[in-house]
């Protein structure tokens, strides 16, 4: 069963611009999360979609959005980009969200110049 | 407060010992947990699962949730330099439906 597939794994931005980010999880996977990890932050929640709905949403600005696809792949993108935006970016698939095992991709990591 | 606490260490554990990682958590009615691990610029890697009722083992690995307490702990036996990570706690809060993360722990295992 193949795994968690974020793509792509590495990503240089210059600052102002916009970039999507690309997440297919496991399949019979439903729900889908993003997450932000800084050094000095730790994993921070960006957001959650089950079934093409965003179920839960974490305090990042609105330059931040997401969706999903009927698939239950998802994206994320991250438009007028800033220095500060520079992390890996997770995500993390699993059957229902709720009470259930959530499985990592490998990461996206972001450079913002 | 927050809602999933975890000492951020370094906790340094002499090979072939036990390392006992610790988590608190705020809400009363979680009931689901989890261990994550975690290395150096890598993703986090599931460990353990349990829900609600106690403890599980797995291996080396053994989660223990005290309910009363409301904290979950991961042990694990006979240490092995491959451990020496982060290890973060994920409490499933029902009060606002999400995953709530620990910081993180950095364990050492020192050969």
């Known amino acids: 069963k193949a795994g968690v597939t974020q793509t792509p794994r590495y990503l240089i931005k210059t600052r102002g611009q916009q970039v999507t980010l690309s997440c297919s999880p496991i399949s019979g996977h439903r729900s889908v999360s993003w997450y932000q990890q800084t050094p000095g932050q730790g994993l921070q929640f960006l957001f959650e979609y089950f079934s093409e709905t965003q179920r839960n949403k974490g305090n990042f600005p609105g330059r931040f959005s997401g969706r999903q696809f009927s698939n239950s792949r998802s994206e994320m993108n991250v438009s007028t980009l800033e220095l500060g935006d520079s992390a890996l970016y997770l995500c993390?698939?699993?059957?229902?969200?709720?009470?259930?095992?959530?499985?990592f991709g490998q990461g996206t990591r972001l450079t913002v110049v | 407060q927050k809602e999933v606490e975890q000492n951020s260490g370094p906790l340094s554990v002499p090979e072939g010992a036990i390392a006992s990682l610790n988590c608190t958590y705020s809400d009363r009615g979680s009931q689901s947990f989890f261990w994550y691990r975690q290395y150096s610029g890598k993703s986090p890697e599931l460990i353990m699962f349990i829900y609600s009722n106690g403890d599980k083992e797995d291996g080396r690995f053994t989660a223990q949730l005290n309910k009363a307490s409301q904290y979950v702990s991961l042990l694990i036996r006979d240490s092995q330099p491959s451990d020496s990570a982060t290890y973060l706690c994920a409490v499933f809060m029902d009060s606002n439906y999400q995953l709530i993360w620990g910081a993180g722990t950095k364990l050492i295992i020192k050969p």
């Open positions: 993390a698939s699993s059957v229902q969200g709720k009470n259930t095992e959530a499985f």
